[in-house]
């Protein structure tokens, strides 16, 4: 954002989605932050959609929002691995005690029926494999079937819903994306590890302490590997 035009066509875009309460916008720090239901991908996208990129910087409170990269398995027996494994992005903000949004994009997989499971643990050193059954919590009374998505013909999914779990219960624990069809090849599988992310103003990070790169640089690389 460099002006107030700028603010208005992303205030103008931003007005058709119904979920969202609020927006507030900083031309000197180039931030909008907005408050509702609105799934974070949602956002990305529309305000993409003005030909302007944009960065999530965090989501929800302090300790209620997670990710996971979501990749293909590694190959057994072991190979030259992939240019890039990173098959997509599963986000997951939690709006009370015991509901979560689950904001999940997939790309570069095979067209057809997905579904998408929380598991066990966040073993993926043998791929799913290493992950055990699904996880129905401590007392076996809850859900761990987060839903189904379909994948277009680009390659392209996307599941969007809420699920009966508190963030901190499934850092730590694997999430599986497998093929819902009789046919269960290797490249109809995606897993990760649900890890801890920032919640809003608690990410600052303008450079990678890691890399190097500015965030937009890193955002670069992240729309490469089809994690935006």
Do not use: H
Not at 68 to 94: F, H, K, M, N, W
Not at 137 to 146: A, H
Not at 174 to 190: C, F, H, P, Q, T
Request: aromatic share 4%; net charge negative.
């Amino acid at each position: 954002m460099t002006c107030d035009a700028c603010i208005k066509d992303i205030s103008g875009a931003l007005s058709d989605l119904p979920d969202i309460q609020e927006t507030s916008f900083s031309l000197p720090t180039q931030l909008l932050t907005t408050t509702g239901t609105t799934p974070p991908s949602t956002i990305i996208s529309t305000i993409q959609s003005t030909g302007r990129p944009a960065i999530l910087r965090g989501s929800g409170s302090a300790n209620s929002a997670a990710v996971c990269i979501l990749e293909t398995p590694p190959p057994s027996p072991p190979s030259v691995p992939e240019p890039s494994p990173v098959r997509g992005l599963a986000r997951l903000i939690q709006l009370s005690d015991r509901l979560t949004m689950l904001d999940m994009t997939l790309t570069g997989l095979p067209k057809g029926t997905y579904s998408a499971s929380m598991r066990q643990t966040g073993d993926i050193s043998a791929g799913a494999a290493s992950m055990g059954g699904i996880f129905i919590g401590p007392d076996g009374n809850r859900n761990g079937e987060l839903g189904r998505l379909e994948v277009d013909e680009r390659g392209r999914g996307a599941l969007v819903g809420e699920v009966d779990w508190r963030v901190w219960e499934m850092v730590g624990r694997g999430i599986l994306v497998e093929n819902a069809g009789e046919d269960k090849e290797r490249e109809g599988v995606v897993i990760g590890v649900v890890a801890r992310s920032a919640g809003v103003w608690e990410n600052e990070k303008v450079i990678c302490g890691c890399s190097g790169k500015t965030v937009w640089e890193e955002r670069e690389e992240m729309v490469g590997r089809g994690m935006l």
